[in-house]
C-alpha cells in the first residue's frame, strides 16, 4: 500500500538510475572545477532538494552550498513565465563559481530570470546543472551544462517535481497517466 495510486503514476526513472546519474555528474563536476577556486552550489528550492542532497553526495571538492527559492505564478502544467524569488542566498556569490542545480528545465523562462539576477551578483562563473531537461517545450534559450536526463515533453512528478504541491517525496521520477494520482488530488 502506498499514499499514491502506482496505476496512475508510469516510472521513468527508478532511484537506482537516478543514484547513477548523480555519481557520474558528481564525477564529472568534480574533473571539470578541480583546482579553480571557491564553487557554491546553488539549489532552486524547492524541487532541487533530492538531486542537490544526491549529487554533492559524489563531488569530491570543498564545496559551498546555499539555496534560493523561485517560483513561477500559477499552480497549472505550465509555466507562465511569470517568475518571483521567494527567498534569496543567504550569502554573496561574489568572486565564486556559482554552479545551479535545478530540477527542470521545461521553457527556460525561469532559468533565464535567474541567471540575470546571479550575474549582477558578479560571480566568477555561473554554470547550470539541472536533472531533467524537456527540449520540446524550450521558449527561450539558456546554457545549460550538466544534464541529468533529457525527457519528452510530458508532466513528470517526484524526486522533487510536485504535482499540485504533492508528490515530491517519491523515491522516483514518474509521468502521470491518469486522474487523481492521490485520492482528491488534482491540478
Ligand atoms: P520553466 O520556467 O518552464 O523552464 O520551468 C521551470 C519550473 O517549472 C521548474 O523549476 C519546475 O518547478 C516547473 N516544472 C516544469 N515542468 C515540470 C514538470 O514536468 N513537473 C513538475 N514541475 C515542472
Ligand atoms: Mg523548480
Known amino acids: 500500500m502506498s499514499f499514491y495510486d502506482p496505476t496512475k503514476i508510469e516510472v521513468l526513472y527508478d532511484a537506482a538510475s537516478i543514484e547513477a546519474r548523480c555519481r557520474q555528474l ?15 552550489l546553488v539549489g532552486v528550492l524547492r524541487g532541487s532538494f533530492p538531486f542537490i542532497a544526491d549529487l554533492v553526495r559524489h563531488i569530491d571538492l ?20 511569470i517568475v ?33 539576477n546571479l550575474q549582477t551578483r558578479e560571480p566568477a562563473s555561473v554554470r547550470v546543472a539541472t ?18 536526463f533529457t525527457i519528452p515533453n510530458r508532466f513528470v512528478v517526484g524526486y522533487g517535481l510536485d ?16 486522474d487523481e494520482p492521490v485520492p482528491g488530488l488534482r491540478l
Open 84 to 116: 518571483r524569488m521567494t527567498q534569496d542566498l543567504s550569502e554573496p556569490v561574489r568572486g565564486k563559481h556559482v554552479l545551479v542545480v535545478e530540477d527542470i528545465v521545461d521553457t527556460g523562462l525561469t532559468m533565464k530570470y535567474l541567471l540575470a
Open 131 to 148: 536533472l531533467l531537461h524537456k527540449p520540446e517545450g524550450q521558449r527561450v534559450e539558456v546554457p545549460i551544462d550538466y544534464i541529468g
Open 26 to 40: 558528481g564525477a564529472q563536476i568534480t574533473a571539470d572545477y578541480q583546482g579553480r577556486g571557491e564553487l557554491a
Open 62 to 81: 570543498p564545496i559551498e552550498i546555499d539555496f534560493l527559492g523561485l517560483s513561477s505564478y500559477g499552480e497549472r502544467t505550465e509555466s507562465s513565465g
Open 163 to 178: 504535482f499540485a504541491g504533492k508528490l515530491r517525496n517519491l523515491p522516483f521520477i514518474g509521468v502521470v497517466v491518469g
